[in-house]
Nanobody, 128 residues
Framework: QAQLVESGGGLVQAGGSLRLSCAASGRTFSGYCMGWFRQAPGKEREFVAAISWSGRSTYYADSVKGRFTISRDNAKNTVYLQMNSLKPEDTAVYYC?????????????????????WGKGTLVTVSS
């Protein structure tokens, strides 16, 4: 059965960095766009970043542009989210998602509706 498993979350001070990984298993996701969403305490889930199946196109929420970088390694069936200059408002559970629709469509799904696959999430906590 296809699964997405996130890792790399943890506690970090403001201004620090973390690298999240999302490992897919059970099938190859090279034909899927992949991305990240997050949900902060008391907030709705929101889009963070997406990448096309080829890796040629990427999309970011305005709140993370210039700080976060999404990438993928299809040979390893893994997508990454490099997070730099972290802020307390980045604190959230980060979820990996995969979908057959184009990455541009994933980026427009502000709350992550309609994704084909979801990971269970990894918690990122940024302290002041």
């Amino acid at each position: 059965q296809a699964q997405l498993v996130e890792s790399g979350g943890g506690l970090v001070q403001a201004g620090g960095s973390l690298r999240l990984s999302c490992a897919a298993s059970g099938r190859t996701f090279s034909g899927y766009c992949m991305g990240w969403f997050r949900q902060a305490p008391g907030k709705e889930r929101e889009f963070v970043a997406a990448i096309s199946w080829s890796g040629r196109s990427t999309y970011y929420a305005d709140s993370v542009k210039g700080r976060f970088t999404i990438s993928r390694d299809n040979a390893k069936n893994t997508v990454y989210l490099q997070m730099n200059s972290l802020k307390p408002e980045d604190t959230a559970v980060y979820y990996c998602a995969a979908d057959l629709r184009p990455a541009q469509i994933m980026a427009l799904k502000t709350h992550g509706d309609g994704m084909d696959y979801w990971g269970k999430g990894t918690l990122v906590t940024v302290s002041s």
